[in-house]
């Protein structure tokens, strides 16, 4: 799994930060989920040297215009790209209305490809074979979510010096039971896969939250992630215009990064106030340590769990 930083500026783009997407790629499928579509995100993605084709799902936090105006944009690319497969949206309510409102004038519902468009709650936004992606309500004054992708258990690894003693032949059976299923040979053996695979291993999370105030169901979203995504578009000193604009803090990140213990934190959707990011990074490290600001472009490739 790979994540990509499309845009991390906040309300407004500057030179250097777009606004708010990321693209979240899956290893072994090359499967893309965006995250948010801030204005301009499509030429991020062509930037970034994304295949915008591979892209299956966008996950949208909330309604306001610097994580959507970037979306009919998104579906006319892919539509003068001549894509043919589905593409699936998941938003708070409203988000029907505000496609069906640009269509009325543009005509980017107009499509070739299956356009699904989802309105979400609270709770599995999705299942998918090898992956779930699960939401909860943020603080930001409409409806807003944080989202987390959670994959599924990995089988454990395989031995293969010990299916060449158990006299089992490369090729499917190997493959099968690599997969975690057992199987029997010509001879009328049968072979479980844990006599060749070891123990399972837990899959990655990623958990993304972006315009909120700190919260409790944050914390338990966030809870064991490998990454914790989230906003610090402003530094302490400006704690009370935080609250009043329904945006954290860098320490107060941190504080959710240390409370949900995950084992790093990157802060993103930074206000143009900060040419200079250090305060930044510098209030959020005091708390939680294994923190970096993210910038656009930045690419976080994730190791496998052991």
């Known amino acids: 799994m790979k994540i990509v930083f499309l845009g991390t500026g906040a309300a407004v783009p500057s030179k250097t930060r777009k606004l708010s997407s990321i693209a979240i790629i899956r290893k072994n499928s090359g499967e893309i989920?965006?995250?948010?579509?801030?204005?301009?995100?499509?030429?991020?993605?062509?930037?970034?040297?994304?295949?915008?084709?591979?892209i299956s799902k966008v996950f949208i936090s909330h309604l306001h215009g610097d994580h959507i105006f970037g979306l009919p944009g998104l579906i006319l690319t892919l539509r003068m790209y001549q894509r043919t497969k589905p593409l699936h949206l998941y938003g708070p309510p409203g988000i029907k209305q505000y496609l069906a409102a640009v269509n009325s004038i543009a005509g980017v519902l107009d499509t070739q490809f299956e356009l699904s468009i989802s309105e979400i709650g609270e709770g599995i936004v999705i299942e998918e074979k090898e992956y779930v992606v699960e939401s909860t309500l943020?603080?930001?004054?409409?409806?807003?979510?944080?989202?987390?992708?959670?994959?599924?258990?990995?089988?454990?690894?395989?031995?293969?010096?010990?299916?060449?003693?158990?006299?089992i032949p490369e090729g499917q059976l190997w493959a099968k039971l690599k997969a975690g299923e057992n199987i029997q040979l010509p001879d009328g053996r049968v072979i479980n896969s844990s006599e060749v695979v070891g123990p399972s291993r837990p899959g990655r999370k990623v958990t993304y939250s972006v315009d909120t105030r700190p919260t409790k169901s944050i914390v338990l979203l966030s809870k064991n992630s490998d990454v914790l995504i989230h906003e610090a578009t402003f530094d302490d000193s400006l704690l009370e215009k935080a609250i009043q604009t329904g945006h954290a803090t860098a320490g107060e990140a941190a504080k959710i990064a240390k409370d949900a213990k995950v084992k790093q934190l990157i802060l993103t959707h930074i206000s143009t106030r900060y040419k200079d990011t250090s305060i930044l990074y510098e209030q959020?490290?005091?708390?939680?340590?294994?923190?970096?600001?993210?910038?656009?472009?930045?690419?976080?490739?994730?190791?496998?769990?052991?």
């Open 138 to 167: 943020a603080d930001h004054g409409i409806d807003t979510f944080a989202f987390s992708i959670v994959e599924k258990p990995y089988p454990g690894k395989f031995f293969p010096e010990k299916a060449r003693e158990l006299g």
């Open 33 to 54: 989920l965006i995250f948010d579509a801030g204005e301009g995100m499509q030429y991020q993605l062509i930037n970034a040297q994304l295949n915008i084709m591979k």
């Open 284 to 306: 959020a490290t005091k708390i939680f340590p294994n923190t970096i600001i993210a910038h656009d472009f930045l690419e976080i490739a994730l190791k496998d769990r052991k």
